[in-house]
């Protein structure tokens, strides 16, 4: 296992529990593939294509559901 990094879901304001979204979605690719030549050779093909896009604004989404839970930001 790699470095342990991430040691809270609780973030200071919906801002940067978004960002932590976006790093959460971003670790879980390089998780997944782990080669960087491979994941440099593949980003042109997929920085083109509508459907990826949108299936990495999803996964981005479902990450922020989960920080926003933890964080209660529903409540205000």
Known sequence: MADQW???LI???PQA???LAITLSR???KYTQPDTE?????RPVYAESAD???AASQ???VNFQTVAA???YWRD
């Open 11 to 13: 973030t200071p304001d």
């Open 52 to 54: 990826s896009l949108t």
């Open 17 to 19: 529990g978004f960002e």
């Open 59 to 61: 996964v981005i989404a």
């Open 27 to 29: 670790r879980g690719v």
């Open 6 to 8: 991430l040691t809270s």
């Open 70 to 72: 933890a964080n209660n």
């Open 38 to 42: 491979v994941l440099h050779r593949l």
